[in-house]
DNA sequence: CGAAAATCGTGGGTGGGCCCAACGGTATGC
DNA sequence: GCATACCGTTGGGCCCACCCACGATTTTCG
């Protein structure tokens, strides 16, 4: 069987082409490891977020993790059925729902996070960790530069 | 103003986070900078491949830079509108088209190399040249290991 | 040598992510 | 008290990336 073309080396040796590449093995992996425990990857964002910033309304976390205020509403409808989070109205602003995780929610994560943690890893195996711990760095400063807006973490 | 929530520090310090970032940002600094020559990113691809491998197959081109061949037809449809390719019946298999580069196609690339160049400096801008050189080899190394089957570039 | 399988180019279709707008209800600011 | 803004939800829509099917052609195999 012959061999299939590879893309051309002008592309694969743009910094934008392999940051895509890593990205999209990055993702594949993260959605594989949820996948395990039967969650898809945007109702473990928001469940993360929910357990950082709860109880929060719904636009605020929204906001937060770059979701359309309307696939917001499907994702915690989901999690709400699940009992991963509770949604009851703001005492202060009736406007609002405050989102919060519920403990059953909270378990879910500290079985997740491991999964995502073996799946960083994979996608880092390449690296000694010298190497991810400086790679880790100089990508923290690209993305930096590109959402000023945004804290880094370190 | 109240300030925008940021993700959850748990995501932002996750690789394939920061991976997507620098992604998205390194992908629309390359379609804006294409943009200010009117072609669209993927044509842009499609055409540097073109002229890579041509005369090619689609099916081949396609499988090359990982484009459905649905979405190949249009954009080869386009860019022989515009006279930067050709598409002639391919004399040994009457399946194929054997799609080459136009002069003109040839000189549009050669325009907009130099602004995709642009955007490479633009998207690692934080570095320094060492930084940059350190940083591209191990993401090289890293897309190597999620896609074992496609050389890489040194 | 003929039938089956595979490939080619093309068209139809789908789902997810994102955009915009509208609505009724509520809160805020002047 | 009114105008403006926000909230949550819903609807409509677009685009992109992907899946599948079809007729024509080539390759493979018994």
Redo the contacts with the bound molecule.
């Keep these: 069987?012959v061999d299939k073309l590879p893309a051309p080396a002008r592309i694969r040796a743009l910094p934008s082409w392999l940051l895509g590449r890593a990205a999209?093995h990055g993702r594949g992996l993260v959605r594989e490891a949820l996948a395990g425990d039967g969650m898809?990857?945007?109702h473990h964002l928001v469940l993360i977020a929910v357990r950082e910033y709860g109880p929060v309304?719904?636009?605020?976390?929204?906001?937060a993790v770059?979701?359309?205020?309307?696939?917001?509403?499907?994702i915690?409808?989901s999690l709400q059925a699940d009992g991963l989070v509770t949604?009851t109205p703001?005492p202060?602003?009736?406007?609002?729902?405050?989102?919060a995780a519920t403990p059953a929610g909270e378990r879910r994560l500290a079985r997740q996070e491991p999964l995502v943690d073996a799946a960083m890893d994979d996608l880092l195996a390449p690296l000694s960790a010298t190497e991810r711990a400086t790679f880790t760095a100089l990508l923290t400063r690209v993305v930096a530069a590109a959402d000023p807006d945004t804290p880094t973490v370190s």
Excluded: Y
């Design positions: 069987m999209a898809p990857m945007l309304a719904q636009a605020e976390l929204a906001r770059g979701i359309d205020p309307k696939d917001m509403v499907a915690l409808n949604r703001d202060h602003d009736r406007r609002k729902n405050a989102i």
